[in-house]
């Protein structure tokens, strides 16, 4: 069921090692959780969107999401203190695995005019952010059952600190990266 996780501790390894020449496994990149959030913007105010974006994102990775909320008030952006403004999701683990599964193998692919997730996601640290436009393309969700088409950030974090030990093990998982070279 978690063939990512399986690959990586049965495959993976050995291939990090040798193409990174680090020979101690402790110091292999490793996915350390995904976070998925989104932002609601102007539907932050009605309560019964905010459940339903909510709901998709916990259908979509599997596991309950979480309404956050401002903590400060902010004139400009018309919020208040305590206001819901987006909602988010931490996996870690097997679920964690799961959903890049199901993220590489049927999601990205369905993406209309796909060319490949952008190259420049890396934050210098080795973890890696992109959006995407909407959660139709997930097999989950059901075009019915939304109230707003909505988009998402899916930031990966891994445990190391090098852009490049991080890129290599996420192309090694597959991630279909857009042509171009990495920054940094």
């Not at 999701?89 to 990205?108: C, D, H, P, W």
């Not at 796909?114 to 959660?135: A, H, I, T, W």
């Not at 890129?167 to 042509?179: T, V």
């Amino acid at each position: 069921m978690y063939q990512l996780k399986k690959l990586y501790n049965e495959e993976l390894k050995a291939k990090l090692s040798e193409e990174l020449g680090i020979k101690n496994p402790m110091l292999l990149p490793k996915l350390e959780k995904i976070v998925i959030s989104v932002g609601a913007g102007d539907h932050a105010k009605d309560t019964k969107v905010m459940q339903n974006i909510a709901d998709t994102i916990s259908l979509i990775a599997g596991q309950k999401a979480v309404i956050t909320i401002a903590k400060k008030s902010v004139a400009g952006f018309k919020m208040r203190e305590g206001m819901p403004m987006g909602v988010k999701v931490t996996l870690r683990g097997n679920q964690m695995y799961n959903f890049l599964e199901k993220l590489i193998s049927i999601a990205l692919p369905r993406v209309k005019d796909f060319r490949g997730v952008p190259r420049n996601g890396f934050d210098g640290r080795g973890n890696y952010s992109f959006g995407l436009n909407e959660q139709l393309m997930f097999p989950e969700v059901v075009y019915d059952d939304i109230m707003v088409s909505h988009g998402m950030n899916i930031t990966m974090v891994t445990t190391t600190n090098n852009d490049k030990e991080a890129f290599k093990m996420l192309e090694l998982f597959g991630m279909p990266f857009a042509k171009g070279r990495v920054n940094g």
